[in-house]
């Protein structure tokens, strides 16, 4: 109990180091390019453009709302991925710095997962452009959806925390988790429905594949206008949570190795 | 065990490094080697069984050849690394200056910089709002704060994170050979400031290769050689035996 108090306590003294490394992260984002934050919001809904126009006409999927239901899974998969990805290297690119000044490495993982949550944020003002021009009906439900992200947000760090620590003693990490969310891409029901597979494979991607609970919970605040169904919110908390003990645990258990191995 | 009066208290610290691995080609030798159980990294050992005990607001270089384990002791005592055996005690705020501006990006401004490293050493927006003017003026580059700081000069850098560093008055200062870069004027002023800074309290370890800096500045002095303290004591008596030797 006293060790986790003086964890907080340290972890309050570096929030200014967080915050500043957010900033950073998203002030360099799109430095010199022309157009700058717009991209955040123009580069989803280009994407999702190509991807509406290559499946309502070469692959065709019997969905209501395509665009909204595709922006919806698109912009929610690419946080995973984007953060995940970034919390992958966020210990070995900050290597020059751990060597010679001492800060709790987690801050750098943490604050890589936070920029991605802000990028996400701009991303959905893409999805309200979307939801505008597709007509949705605003419902009071809709509140619900910072609960969503958060649940994302908890999974993803805890993900990012493990993979971060992992991938300093395993490099090999770096290059097969690019193949791991692509399957994974796939595994999730971001372009086609749910439906379309057959039972027992639906039950257990829900049950295993979080991302596609999280998208599920969203799609049915927004597109139905009602309340998920709480088995789905209670599980997606949970395995966020185990996925928060098993980073959190794993990072700092092997944390004061790592200086050797970067 | 502990002693209230050292602010900085190293028991028995062994440093261990993993030199390199072993060349491995095969998956053949890999399970030969797994099994007879000599997959392990050579082992090298920075620091042996060191014992360092310093007080409040005593000023002490650290001398030694290249490789000797000074960089690595600092380090230890900057809690970067941690002893493979033995343990390390710290109070009070520090400064770590094993690098100057080792937080700093190079695409962001200076501006920007003066910020994140103000972070990095624990400090708020606000209190380095506050400090701003001082740190731009003590590092005399007023008209390059918007440039990033990829094409600053090693020297203008190092200006800037020696600014920002000792801005805050810490308990402990630990200068690794930084000050090297900067130019005769800098280092002078740099020098007044941390005879400022011991004058309040301030304790500081300095490794230097110029004996003549470390007579000037430090009290004591620690000479290791090969992980190993060779000779501790008055600065004087330390850097004549170990420029004698």
Known sequence: MEMMKKRWQVFYDYRHLVKQLVIKDIKLKYRRSFLGYLWSILNPLLLMLVLVIVFSHMFRFNIENYPAYLIIGQTLFNFMTESTNQALVSISANSSLLKKVYVPKYIFTLSKVTSSLINLLFAMGAMLIVFIATRIQISVYMLFIPVIIIEIYIFCLGFGLFLAQAAVFFRDLQYIYGVVTTAWMYLTPIFYPLQQLPEVVQKVIMICNPMCNYITQFRTVVLEGQLPNIGSVVWGIGIGGIFMIIGTWSFLRNQDKFILYI | MENPNYIIDVVDATVRFNKATERVDSMKEYVIKLLKKELMYQEFLALKNINFKVKQGESWGLVGTNGSGKSTLLKLICGILKPYKGSVTVKGSMAPLIELGAGFDGELTARENIFLNGALLGHSEKYMKEHFEEI?????????????????????????????????????????????????????????????????????????????????ICEKALWLDKGEIKMCGDAKEVCAKYMGQ
């Open chain 2, 136 to 216: 731009v003026e003590f590092a005399e580059l007023q008209e390059f704060m918007d440039m990033p700081i990829k094409n600053y000069s090693s020297g203008m850098s190092a200006r800037l994170g020696f600014a920002v560093a000792t801005m805050a008055r810490p308990d402990i200062l630990i200068c690794d050979e930084v000050l090297s870069v900067g130019d005769y004027k800098f280092q002078e002023k740099c020098e007044k400031r941390m005879q400022e800074m011991l004058q309040k309290g301030t304790t500081l370890l300095y490794v230097s290769h110029s004996k003549e800096a470390v007579e000037k």
